[in-house]
């Protein structure tokens, strides 16, 4: 059923007041998401200029960095948005200027967390791209870094992840306690195929879809059905008989990821 806007910003007893802290590079989905909840909340009796809580990771010199939270957040519900992908980031170590790569945010955000631990009334996690999602099950002697990472936001207090269309939604059962929302964004990459290519021809005859691989099948097999196409997909191998040393193989592949 539908709330309406005194429902959903309403403080009383049963409510707290909601926060949203956007990590270095998530600023602009942070103010569009804070814009759409501003002139919500304007329709109820709890109008705010903003939700956005000020907070920062500086550096010190030798790269070491600490969170600060410039604002109250106690009794609070809060939302960290963090986009680990984004390698635009740049932080300066004993001179050098750095991109921050997936560890250095997934470092920052566990920072933000522990700035707001024992405060914020719930901590909840919005990360686009989730941390460490290539990275989901092991062969052979191989670390688990996406069920760890996910275990140690648990095990910090965060009691939601949102993420979207990540690499296997299965990884979720390292953590089967904690809100686990993977959202798949099937529209909207629709929406932006046929804004970007308005001439584009779905017909049967000129159109397919193929999946990369058979762990991407689930939602190749949706869009396929949506648009009453046929599906086909990669096998990928590798023939062991045959030796490369002195050629260049060049391979096509993960071309959202490369």
Known sequence: MYMDAEQIFHTGN???????????????????????LVNWAAMGPEARDTFIIEA?????SSGDGKGLIKESVRGMDIYIIADVGNYNCTYKMFGYVNHMSPDDHFADLKRIIQAASGKAKSISVIMPQLYGMRQHRRNSRESLDCAVALQELQNMGVKNIVTFDTHDARVQNAVPLMGFD?????????????????????????????????????RNMYYSSVLGVDLGMFY???????????RNPIIAHEYLGS
């Open 14 to 36: 049963s409510y707290t007041k909601l926060g949203i802290i956007a990590l270095k590079g998530a600023e602009n989905l942070a103010y569009k998401i804070d814009k759409f």
């Open 56 to 60: 920062e990771c500086p550096r010190f």
């Open 182 to 218: 993977n959202l798949m964004p099937h529209y909207q990459v629709l929406k932006a195929l046929f804004n970007r290519y308005p001439d584009i021809s779905t017909n049967k005859n000129k159109f397919m879809v193929v999946s990369p691989d058979e762990g991407a099948m689930s």
């Open 236 to 246: 990928k191998r590798r023939d062991y008989s045959q030796v490369v040393n002195g």
